[in-house]
């Protein structure tokens, strides 16, 4: 079975930093795309950030410059560096990976979810 679990979220202030780390485990063969999304009360989630394979990286208008995204293959880990934190990136912040299976018999890459972390920016 294979697991994403989320770390670094919290409570900071405006103009703070905080980093989040994602950290997949479980029958693994390969971690393709891997991705940070948020969602605010009331709102969809969105992506923010996601880097493929070979890092290659893209990011949402609202926290391009600020955020940065970046992986560790070895560790089938992503990280979400946040920096000049604002109060509207305030959100529950999920990680996704697209992920083969090392039991896999049709060669299927399969979406993956954590359960979340939570980050507030708030004086």
């Known amino acids: 079975q294979i697991q994403l679990v989320e770390s670094g979220g919290g409570l900071v202030q405006p103009g703070g930093s905080l980093r989040l780390a994602c950290a997949a485990s479980?029958?693994?063969?390969?971690?393709?795309?891997m991705a940070w999304y948020r969602q605010s009360p009331g709102k969809q989630r969105e992506l923010v950030a996601a880097i493929t394979i070979d890092g290659i990286t893209d990011y949402a208008g609202a926290v391009k410059g600020r955020f940065t995204i970046s992986r560790d293959n070895s560790k089938n880990s992503a990280y979400l560096q946040m920096n000049s934190l604002k109060p509207e990136d305030t959100a529950v912040y999920y990680c996704?990976?697209?992920?083969?299976?090392?039991?896999?018999?049709?060669?299927?890459?399969?979406?993956?979810w954590g359960q979340g972390t939570q980050v507030t920016v708030s004086l």
């Open positions: 479980g029958n693994i063969f390969r971690t393709y795309d």
């Open positions: 996704y990976a697209r992920i083969l299976p090392d039991d896999s018999e049709d060669g299927m890459k399969r979406d993956h």
